[in-house]
């Protein structure tokens, strides 16, 4: 048997000051990961999560919507071993607004932060790979959300960015799958963080009754999509690759039918 375990991995989270990127690094420390490099914009609360994080968790600044940025970073990287085990595509930014009223500076800035960001972190992660002498297996995560399986009245641009990051995600497990690297995403649904629940955009959002829409009765939390990141970075889930995992609740079971007008992320 294969055990869920991260022991010796190294782990590169981005979007990781907070929310789900915070839950995720720390299911990763959960899992013994050897290293954690934690990055996000938001610099003072990644190093308050970094320090929660403990020892083996290294916090730097990271705009993953920036190539410049991403070039910073891989000193960084190198001077840690190099290629981390595990790259999570985490950060994202909910935008909300109707077709009509869509503004098409959001719709690219959603587009360069959620699709973007997630495309530079693979090619970061390639470049890293070609580099290494004797090149080990590796494993990528991207977070898409449900709102990439099915769409969303009112918030059209994180919609569209979220199926963006599944068909990347499907393409570049083609391709890297016989560089054994696999490339697989989740796919959230509502769970509480700033994004949701905490976000000023959804507050007139009747959350009680979201919840008691779904299967399981109950909005997620930032561990259980910490936890599902850590199965897919993990050698437990060694033949999985080009997936997207809901990890929503059941949402997608059902028909959505009856609250046409939700519109969170
Ligand atoms: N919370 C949910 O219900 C939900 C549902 C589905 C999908 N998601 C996805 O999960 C991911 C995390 O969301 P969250 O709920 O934790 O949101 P959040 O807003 O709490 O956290 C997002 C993090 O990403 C960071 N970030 C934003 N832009 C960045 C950039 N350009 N460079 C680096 N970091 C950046 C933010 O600073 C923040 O720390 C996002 O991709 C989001 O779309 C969330």
Redesign the pocket.
Known sequence: MVELSLSGKSVLV????????AAIAEAAVAHDARVLVV????TD??ESTAERLGPSAHAVR?????PGSWCGLLPVLRALGGRPDVLVN?????TTASIADLDPADFERTLA??VG?TLLGMQAFLRLHHEMASPRAGSIVN?????GLIGAGGAAA?SAS?FAVRGLTKSAAIELGPLGIRVNAV??????????V?NPLFAAMDWDRYAASLPLGTL?R?VD?GEAVAWLGSDASAFVTGIDLPVDGGLTATSFSAQPQET??
């Open positions: 981005t979007g990781a000051a907070r929310g789900l990127g990055a996000d914009i938001l609360e990644l990271l705009d993953v919507a920036d985490n950060a994202g930014i909910v932060v959620n960001g977070v898409s959300s449900v709102r994180y979220k796919c959230p649904g509502p769970v509480v963080t700033d994004m949701s905490g997620g930032p999509v969170t992320p």
